[in-house]
């Protein structure tokens, strides 16, 4: 099945305490992202990638890392998360490296900083 | 900067009639929209998507309309049924240097009542 799979889904953690979420997908897409969704703020990007060893920021990267050693996979770090880190976070993947097709969401995952 | 805006966060109407969703953007150069559909505990699904040289395109009970001389765009849903309650959300690539960045606008709630 064709899916973009997230882990942890859930997660509470404290301020400092550095976390990865990872992302991994099994369509061999060459585009994949990250997005945090807030209340009335809707999804925002973090950062994106073209392609193995290319990443670049989206709109909100402050406070995040990301790696993509490997098509498949995707992770996204939070070196020394805050409060304001506390967020539902997605990854997402597209076949096409201009982002100009169907994005395929994994399920998404939420994160708590006490 | 640039963004992409709704004019109704919520929208209700009864099973059987058409809905229409609407979406502003502020950005002259996207030349790529997508609309997403997202569920309750899911991740955003994609349901149709419309390049800036055309200004209507068609789906199964869906249809997105793009015009360009207002920078407005909009989602319409035929006989919308009660699986098609969710939050909907317009989605503007600006393509040229920024093809990899993807803005969301805020989200419309839509609710079909039986």
């Known amino acids: 099945e064709a899916q973009v799979t997230q882990n942890p889904r859930y997660l509470i953690t404290v301020t400092g305490k550095k976390l990865t979420v990872t992302c991994s997908q099994n369509?061999?897409?060459?585009?994949m992202s990250w997005y945090r969704q807030d209340p009335g703020l809707g999804l925002r990007q973090i950062y994106y990638?073209?392609?193995?060893?290319?990443?670049d920021k989206g709109d909100v990267p402050e406070g995040y890392k990301v790696s993509r050693k490997e098509k498949r996979n995707f992770p996204l770090i939070l070196e020394s998360p805050s409060p304001n880190q506390t967020s539902l976070y997605f990854c997402a993947s597209s076949w096409a490296r201009d982002h100009t097709g169907e994005l395929f969401f994994g399920e998404g995952s939420r994160l708590t900083v006490l | 900067g640039e963004s992409v805006g709704l004019h109704l966060p919520t929208l209700s109407v009864q099973e059987g009639d058409n809905s229409i969703i609407n979406c502003a953007y502020s950005?002259?150069?996207?030349?790529?929209f997508i609309w997403y559909k997202q569920e309750s505990g899911k991740g955003p699904q994609f349901i149709i998507d419309i390049r800036s040289n055309m200004d209507k395109r068609q789906g199964q009970r869906v249809t997105v309309l793009l015009n360009k001389t207002v920078k407005h765009l909009s989602l319409q849903i035929a006989a919308t049924q009660p699986g098609d309650s969710a939050v909907y959300f317009c989605?503007?690539?600006?393509?040229?240097?920024?093809?990899?960045?993807?803005?969301f606008g805020q989200g419309t709630i839509l609710t079909v009542h039986p």
């Open positions: 990638s073209m392609n193995v060893e290319v990443t």
């Open positions: 369509m061999n897409h060459e585009y």
């Open positions: 950005n002259s150069a996207s030349d790529y």
């Open positions: 989605a503007e690539n600006a393509g040229g240097t920024s093809y990899g960045k993807l803005t």
